[in-house]
């Protein structure tokens, strides 16, 4: 570490006979980034900017040369009437919206909860020594390597009320006594579409977290054996710890990747209230409904959360870890 | 303060036996050194004593009492790891104090025994520091002071000093002597490859190779009556001078052995002669690399500074009563 730290200190303080060496750096830096700038401002910065541009105007996929720029009447708009009655419109205050946000928030809530937990068994179990360990872990590796629509369309006749083979074993079990229709019932699709995705992805965070369990030093835990520590307490006071940056990684990736599920909804659920979700419904209003400007407000406000929730959720990660280290 | 009895202890890896049949006797308050080749088994001897691995076969007592099946928490033992392990998000204070901390001690006993082991080892100014802010031979220190907390029966050692520059891994083999004068009474076993370590700290050293015990005794022992060609090549430094041939008839031997210290240089009655190839200046001492015909350059010890120069003629003879004599299976015929 400390060969590291070295140059950067004589960086910091930029005596003059270092200089040219910190422009070389710099330059050279610059043309390692450029590629990935470029490509980045193609695939990424130009779309989000056309985004943004379009939902500030009332472009309409037939319309979307000739469009006009109407500042913020699509997120906020009202109208007062002769009478005196003011009538809002606008996405801010669309109750098809406000659902959207609250399903896409409890779905990534819940699912990322279950997958972290989950995701610590299956990565604990993984990391034991057990005969045939190398093809179990390429096993649960499967869900995650299967395309979503594949998943989701296998699932779908999986939950099927006629003919699915969960109804199916939940009848023979006792468990219910009529058959279910999972992903129709208003009561279920939520909890079908967060069963798969936990299915789904569960073996991502497995991964992510094994990685990081095996940075473990063993002999730790024969110090702690040592130590006389019960296991339980072992995997709270030392693992837990020792993993908890790799963990906090894996559950932001995760949680920024569940703000826009999209597939799966379109795939298992896609007629359900219950269900839709953000991406959803802004592609509804931007293909389905032909209320392009509107779907692009959508999108930007997605944008916008998504990025406010990254920024908070980094500063108290840093603010915890900081804490945990005094 | 324990006495510990190995008897037949066996340990196989699935089907490579490591530990083949260890029989010994560690007494109470003994410091005793495993040593032994890198791969002999030595810290895998080790950790069963600690019952960090189970044992294949044979029994392990603690004070008679058969402990094979006990967990290591139970065993009064403290280990000291190679490399440390610290639990790195823990203050050098939780790193003592946790294994206390979790058998729901009582908070100011916690904090005076943590105190009175971190004074004895110079470690107080760091109590509130993260391992990684520790110089390694301080996290040596706390590791050994983790250790001292348990206040354990035994204390078992696993090269502890290995992973640290030569200065401090001599500093350091002082405080750990100091230590066993110090805990008045704790058994200590402790494993390294290096002999030096070994004839310094140890009162008995257990020599191992492939598993099974070579020799046990005290320094001395191994020092002026080695058991076998192995032990007598092991012990010391420079390693011993081995001969075979010609130079070994006269003794009626099959090889034999001279330290450098045991060989003067000058002509005389029975002297060898040869060339010098190198020598090395010490300061105090040098060694002098003389080609003697044999398979090996033979060394030999002078005290002062002399020169001399490869190629120099060179006439050395053993001093009477220092050779080591062996038959072919390499087992000693006494000195001579
Ligand atoms: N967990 C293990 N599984 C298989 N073989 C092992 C294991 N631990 C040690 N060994 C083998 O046992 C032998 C002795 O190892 P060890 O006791 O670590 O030697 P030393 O400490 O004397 O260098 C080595 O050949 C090593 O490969
Ligand atoms: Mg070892």
């Not at chain 1, 389905?288 to 959720?313: C, N, P, R």
């Not at chain 2, 440390?84 to 204070?93: D, F, G, K, R, S």
């Not at chain 2, 802010?133 to 035994?154: E, H, T």
């Not at chain 2, 092991?234 to 450098?260: C, D, H, Q, W």
Request: net charge neutral; proline share 5%.
């Amino acid at each position: 570490m400390s060969d590291i730290a070295i140059p950067a200190k004589a960086n910091a303080t930029r005596r003059p006979d270092e200089s040219d060496l910190v422009k070389q750096r710099v330059r050279a830096a610059m043309w390692f980034l450029l590629p990935m700038l470029a490509a980045l401002a193609v695939v990424a910065a130009w779309p989000l900017l056309r985004t943004i541009w379009f939902s500030m105007t009332d472009a309409s996929l037939t319309h979307l040369a000739d469009a006009r720029f109407v500042w913020f009447n699509n997120y906020l708009h009202w109208t007062v009437l002769k009478s005196g009655k003011v009538i809002w419109s606008g996405v801010l205050v669309d109750p098809a919206w406000w659902n959207a946000v609250w399903n896409t928030l409890r779905f990534a809530v819940l699912s990322v909860a279950f997958e972290t937990v989950f995701g610590v068994i299956v990565a604990l179990v993984l990391n034991a020594e057990f005969p045939g360990r190398g093809i179990v872990r390429a096993a649960v590796l499967i869900p995650w390597a299967i395309p979503t629509i594949v998943s989701a369309r296998m699932w779908g006749w999986m939950f099927n009320d006629q003919f699915g083979i969960i109804n199916d074993m939940l009848m023979h079990l006792g468990l219910i006594s009529t058959k279910i229709a999972w992903t129709a019932s208003a009561d279920t699709a939520f909890y079908a579409i967060l069963i798969v995705d936990i299915w789904k992805t569960t073996p991502f965070m497995a991964l992510l977290i094994l990685a990081a369990l095996q940075m473990i030093p063993r002999d730790i835990y024969e110090a702690a054996a040592i130590d006389g520590v019960h296991p339980v307490k072992t995997f709270f006071r030392v693992t837990l710890p020792l993993i908890r940056p790799a963990l906090m990684v894996a559950v932001i990736f995760r949680l920024l990747d569940a703000m826009r599920i999209f597939d799966l909804v379109y795939v298992l659920t896609p007629n359900s209230a219950q269900t839709k979700t953000m991406s959803v419904i802004s592609r509804e209003n931007l293909i389905d409904f032909d209320k392009f400007a509107y779907g692009s407000a959508e999108s930007t406000l997605l944008f916008l959360i998504i990025a406010v929730m990254t920024i908070l959720y980094i500063w108290i990660g840093q603010v915890r870890f900081e804490g945990g280290t005094r | 303060m324990a006495e510990l009895q190995l008897r037949d202890i066996r340990k196989s890896f699935g089907t490579v036996d490591v530990i083949k049949g260890v029989d010994l006797t560690i007494n109470s308050g003994e410091f005793m050194v495993f040593v032994g080749p890198s791969g002999c088994g030595k810290s895998t001897l080790l950790r069963l004593i600690a019952g960090l691995e189970t044992i294949t076969g044979g029994t392990l007592a603690f004070d008679g009492q058969i402990v094979n099946n006990l967990a290591p928490s139970k065993r009064g033992i403290a280990m000291v790891f190679q490399s440390y392990a610290l639990y790195p998000h823990m203050t050098v204070y939780d790193n003592m104090a946790f294994g206390m901390q979790l058998a729901h001690a009582g908070k100011e006993q916690i904090r005076e025994r943590v105190e009175k082991a971190a004074e004895l080892l110079q470690i107080s100014p760091y109590l509130k520091r993260l391992p990684k802010q520790l110089s390694g031979g301080q996290r040596q220190r706390v590791a050994i002071g983790r250790a001292i907390v348990r206040d354990p029966k035994v204390f078992l050692f696993d090269e502890p000093l290995s992973n640290l520059d030569a200065a401090l891994r001599v500093a350091t083999r002082l405080e750990i002597a100091k230590l066993h004068h110090s805990m008045n009474g704790a058994t200590m076993i402790y494993v390294t490859h290096d002999q030096v370590e070994a004839m310094t700290l140890a009162d008995r050293i257990c020599v191992l190779r492939d598993g099974i015990i070579e020799q046990v005794g005290t320094p001395v022992e191994l020092y002026e009556q080695p058991q076998s060609i192995f032990v007598a090549g092991f012990i010391g430094s420079p390693k011993m001078n081995f001969l075979t041939g010609r130079f070994a008839e006269p003794y009626g031997a099959k090889t034999i052995g001279v330290r450098s210290e045991h060989i003067q240089i000058g002509p005389g009655e029975g002297a060898w002669t040869g060339k010098v190839i190198h020598s090395e200046n010490l300061g105090s001492d040098s060694y002098v690399y003389a080609d003697m015909g044999a398979d090996e350059p033979v060394v030999v010890r002078e005290d002062g500074t002399k020169k001399h120069q490869p190629g120099e003629p060179i006439s050395i003879r053993p001093i009477p009563g220092q050779v080591h004599r062996f038959d072919a299976e390499g087992r000693p015929l006494g000195r001579q």
